[in-house]
């Protein structure tokens, strides 16, 4: 069997048969895929910032930003420009290409789009990729962010339809759908995964990986988050899911999305070289790069360039990581 065509009639069946292949077959048929679509040697690299933190309405049981939850974020105000851009320059000269700005709403206001909108425009002329994540958004409000030239759009459907109702209830899944559907049709590029290692089965995870392939277009970027447990938020003590779940996950879905960039998300932080490593091989090539997420730790800058200085990797678009490390 080959894996070479794009398609969006995946069943559940097929999905959970490629979970169930030994390991080294798995790795073996999202490596072969891997290979045919890009170079494996090369991954992009996005920077997070969070420009506008906690206080959420929300109440995503994984989030340390629902104000629900005592986690010990403190709500603050939409960040000022000239801040987000002089990060945004410091992230690009230490070598991402795409700058990703995270705002803990349950939608924006039409004055708030305002605001990010001279963000997206002040991050674009740097000759950063852009990409924001602002929660549900009307069919214009995805026009306007569009027409001002942002990239990407970062939208999760988190996790299966079925176990959607277990994580949050202020929200339907339809709405996240409703939402990624106004982004498509804007024209804008599309960022959407989901988080494992909340609960969830291994038929929820493959469920939630049908739902992304088998949308009329795969997302362009597809992040693949492990749970960051954070004390406070209900999902805080949550059983850890073994690794090679988690690296299975990642295969499947560059199995079922050849040409889609798949993020080793959040969750680097507790994974050692080796385990990262294999999320490469599996088919991983995009991550979060640079020391924080959006309030949780990401590994440090020169932790990553040793990584792949190690692998061989380096960061698409941009020159050698370890250059810009070596004085450190
Ligand atoms: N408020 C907007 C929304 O929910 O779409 C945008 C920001 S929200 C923090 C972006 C994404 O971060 C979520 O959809 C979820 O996938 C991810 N996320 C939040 N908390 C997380 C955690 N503790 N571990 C892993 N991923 C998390
Ligand atoms: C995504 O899939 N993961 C990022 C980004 N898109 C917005 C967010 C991870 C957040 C982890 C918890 C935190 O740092 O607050
Ligand atoms: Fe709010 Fe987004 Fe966190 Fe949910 S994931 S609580 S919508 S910031």
Redesign the pocket.
């Known amino acids: 069997m080959t894996d070479t065509a794009i398609r969006h009639d995946w069943t559940l069946d097929q999905i959970k048969a490629l979970f169930d292949l030994p390991f080294s077959d798995l790795i073996f048929r999202a490596q072969t895929v891997h290979r045919q679509n890009f170079d494996p040697n090369k991954v992009q690299l996005s920077t ?1 910032l969070s420009i506008k933190t906690g206080g959420c309405a929300e109440d995503c049981s994984y989030c ?2 629902a104000a629900r939850y005592n986690t010990g974020v403190d709500a603050g105000k939409l960040l000022p420009l000239e801040e987000v851009l002089s990060d945004a320059r410091q992230a690009r000269d230490a070598g991402a290409s795409r700058y ?1 700005m ?1 705002a803990a709403w349950r939608s924006p206001k039409d004055k708030d789009l305002d605001k990010v909108i001279e963000m997206v425009r002040g991050v674009r002329a740097m000759g950063l990729e852009t990409c924001v ?1 602002l929660g549900m958004l009307k069919a214009e409000q995805a026009k306007r962010l569009k027409d001002a030239g942002l990239d990407y759009y ?1 939208h ?1 459907i988190d996790t299966s339809e079925e176990f959607y109702g277990e994580i949050i209830t202020t929200r339907e899944y339809d709405d996240r759908l409703e939402t990624l559907g106004h982004v498509r049709d804007a024209g804008l590029n599309v960022c959407s ?1 989901g988080i494992v290692g909340m609960g969830e089965s291994r038929e929820d995870r493959a469920s939630m990986l049908l739902t992304l392939a088998n949308m009329p277009k795969h997302p362009e970027s597809v ?1 693949i ?1 492990m749970l ?1 447990q954070v004390e406070g938020t209900p999902l805080f003590g949550t059983e850890k899911l073994d690794h090679f779940e988690f690296v299975r996950t990642i295969a499947v879905a560059r199995i079922m999305m050849p040409e889609s960039f798949v993020r080793l ?2 969750g680097r932080e507790t994974m050692d070289d080796a385990l990262q490593a294999l999320c490469f091989l599996a088919g991983a090539n995009s991550m ?1 790069y640079g020391e924080k ?4 730790p990401n590994p440090e800058s020169n932790r990553d360039a040793r990584l792949f200085q190690r692998l061989g990797i380096s960061p698409l678009g941009t020159e050698d990581l370890a250059a810009r490390h070596a004085a450190e």
Do not use: D, E, K, R
């Not at 997420?293 to 949780?296: E, I």
């Open positions: 997070l340390p930003q990703c995270g994540t970062n999760n995964g992040p988050n960051v998300s959040a979060f997420l959006l309030t949780t």
